[in-house]
């Protein structure tokens, strides 16, 4: 069982950039599926879950990110993306995808504590600078 995200560089103030967390080893439709970044010095923030198609499908956001970050899976090809856009300094961070129980309320609401996510993506670097 692992994820992998990938998608990370740099990019410019106001820029774009989209993030991909493949799933292997279980379906991404069994598991709700989160993005989780972390900037130096700082704890690592909850951005935005999406939950299984059997649940919809639905996605909850963060108001940091909430009308600039899109997150969106693709069952065919076990992925979840994190569409990011008008970029800004401030979102430079290590950005990690994390899955976690299908039927959790504290997880579709990203208020469950670290520790019950069951599996992590190994993380990728986003900069945001001109």
């Known amino acids: 069982v692992q994820l992998q995200a990938s998608g990370g560089g740099l990019v410019q103030p106001g820029g774009s950039l989209r993030l991909s967390c493949a799933l292997s080893?279980?379906?991404?439709?069994?598991?709700?599926v989160a993005w989780f970044r972390q900037a130096p010095g700082k704890s690592r923030e909850g951005l935005c879950v999406?939950?299984?198609?059997?649940?919809?499908?639905?996605?909850y956001y963060e108001e940091s990110v909430k009308g600039r970050f899109t997150i969106s899976r693709d069952s065919a090809k076990n992925t979840v993306f994190l569409q990011m856009t008008s970029l800004l300094p401030e979102d430079t961070a290590v950005y990690y995808c994390?899955?976690?129980?299908?039927?959790?309320?504290?997880?579709?609401?990203?208020?469950?504590?670290?520790?019950?996510?069951?599996?992590w993506g190994q993380g990728t670097q986003v900069t945001v600078s001109s």
């Open positions: 994390a899955s976690g129980w299908a039927r959790s309320a504290a997880i579709l609401t990203l208020t469950a504590p670290l520790d019950e996510y069951t599996h």
């Open positions: 080893g279980f379906s991404s439709d069994d598991v709700a």
């Open positions: 999406i939950a299984s198609p059997v649940n919809g499908a639905t996605a």
